[in-house]
């Protein structure tokens, strides 16, 4: 396994721009997660896959924010109209081959996002 | 709703000493519950899951127990070593969601 990757590492981008952030599973996991995390503070649950189905989303999302996962494979997160309070860290992480019990989750190391 | 909290928030120690990091949960209908690390500015690493039916795991010089009719999880980490030294953050799973809810983290410095 090569692990979870996520691209681009870092990104600065102007208020009112729409940026968007995709991350790569491990081969054959079938769980995605996305998380945000602030200075200091735990990663905050932002939206799950299974496969291709988007199961759960935060309430913390706004409208501003969407993910997909097309093909089960990799997954993309999109912000919109990007606010100062849209600086974070964003985590990527996924878990579960088909068959497995196991939930530990492998996570990326991260998008750093900052808007000026 | 599910609130994960972790106690300390930061611990210094010297070189060798047995420690224990604590995470409380207020609902303890949970599918699982795992501990990470985070090393300055990186992704987490998975330490330990446990099950909503078992009651510890161990790996290495790590153990971690599970009690889930008090809310109560802790991290026990035997022989420290400066290299060990990281936030530590415990995450659980409601029944019925998907989501990690993550504590604050714990910050340990282990002092050679």
């Known amino acids: 396994d090569t692990g979870v990757s996520q691209d681009p590492r870092h990104k600065i981008t102007k208020r009112g721009q729409n940026v968007t952030f995709r991350c790569d599973p491990i081969?054959?996991?079938?769980?995605l997660y996305w998380y945000r995390q602030t200075l200091g503070q735990g990663p905050e649950f932002l939206t799950y896959?299974?496969?291709?189905?988007?199961?759960?989303k935060s309430r913390l999302l706004s409208d501003r924010f969407s993910a997909e996962r097309p093909k089960g494979s990799f997954s993309t997160l999109e912000i919109q109209r990007t606010e100062q309070g849209d600086s974070a860290m964003y985590l990527c992480?996924?878990?579960?081959?088909?068959?497995?019990?196991?939930?530990?989750?492998?996570f990326g190391p991260g998008t750093r996002l900052t808007v000026l | 709703k599910q609130e994960v909290t972790q106690i300390p928030a930061a611990l210094s120690v010297p070189e060798g000493e047995n420690l224990v990091l604590n995470c409380s949960f207020t609902?303890?209908?949970?599918?699982?519950l795992q501990w990470f690390r985070q090393d300055h500015g990186k992704g987490l690493t998975s330490l330990l899951l446990?099950?909503?039916?078992?009651r510890e795991q161990t790996s290495g010089r790590l153990n971690a127990s599970l009690d889930k009719s008090s809310g109560r999880s802790t991290l026990y980490i035997a022989a420290s070593q400066p290299g060990d030294s990281a936030t530590y953050l415990c995450?659980?799973?409601?029944?019925?969601?998907?989501?990690?809810?993550f504590g604050t983290g714990t910050r340990l410095k282990v002092l050679a």
């Open positions: 992480a996924s878990s579960s081959r088909r068959g497995e019990l196991t939930d530990t989750q492998y």
């Open positions: 081969s054959e996991h079938n769980r």
């Open positions: 896959f299974q496969n291709e189905a988007q199961l759960e």
């Open positions: 609902d303890s209908a949970i599918y699982n």
């Open positions: 446990i099950q909503s039916s078992q």
């Open positions: 995450a659980v799973v409601t029944s019925g969601t998907y989501k990690y809810i």
